[in-house]
């Protein structure tokens, strides 16, 4: 097995090189908090028709996966207030009181406001000398959950924040070193 020590043609993706940039309208998130971040991934439906004695199956649809991130929740910058000023910013208003129309509290979540809260997820494979190699670009991003943790007397563990981003769509730059990216084509 020679591809092994053969470094010129051959160097194997890690999975401690990458960043995860969120930029969104007001808020972002510093690719140095981010402990770490699944890739994206889909699964395809299946139909079946039975024929006699005979199961005979059929792709359906395709389904993207969330992606779950983890951040570490610094005091400053303070990851759980960006992540509340991102739902705020997606339109959600704490009730204070009666709704009545025309009041703030009177607004829902859109997905729109969501997307721009968000900005646009990028998840970028880096090689060994920082240059980006693969960039997953995730479409119609929105965050579906921020779990906060728990505290707790017995740990001494950093305090994090588990976020889940459900999506539309991804697609897959592959980018040669010190070439232009190809893209892939839009799943």
């Not at 972002?28 to 024929?51: A, M, Q």
């Not at 389904?63 to 991130?69: I, L, M, P, R």
């Not at 999506?167 to 897959?172: G, I, Q, R, W």
């Amino acid at each position: 097995m020679t591809f092994w020590t053969d470094t010129s043609t051959f160097e194997p993706k890690r999975k401690h090189t990458f960043l995860f940039s969120i930029a969104g309208k007001t808020q972002s998130i510093e690719n140095y908090l981010i402990k770490k971040v699944t890739r994206p991934s889909f699964e395809v439906s299946k139909s079946e028709h039975k024929f006699l004695n005979h199961t005979f199956y059929f792709p359906g649809r395709v389904k993207w996966k969330e992606v779950k991130f983890t951040i570490v929740d610094a005091i400053d910058p303070n990851g759980a207030k960006k992540f509340l000023q991102m739902l705020e910013e997606s339109g959600y208003r704490a009730p204070e009181g009666p709704v009545e129309a025309g009041l703030p509290t009177a607004q829902t979540v859109s997905k729109k406001r969501s997307l721009e809260a968000l900005g646009q997820p990028i998840i970028r494979q880096i090689n060994h000398d920082g240059q980006t190699v693969e960039e997953w670009v995730l479409r119609g991003a929105w965050v579906q959950d921020a779990d906060f943790q728990e505290l707790n007397n017995d740990e001494e563990d950093l305090m994090a924040i588990d976020v889940t981003l459900a999506y539309d769509y991804a697609y897959l730059n592959v980018i040669q070193p010190d070439a232009a990216r190809i893209p892939s084509n839009a799943f």
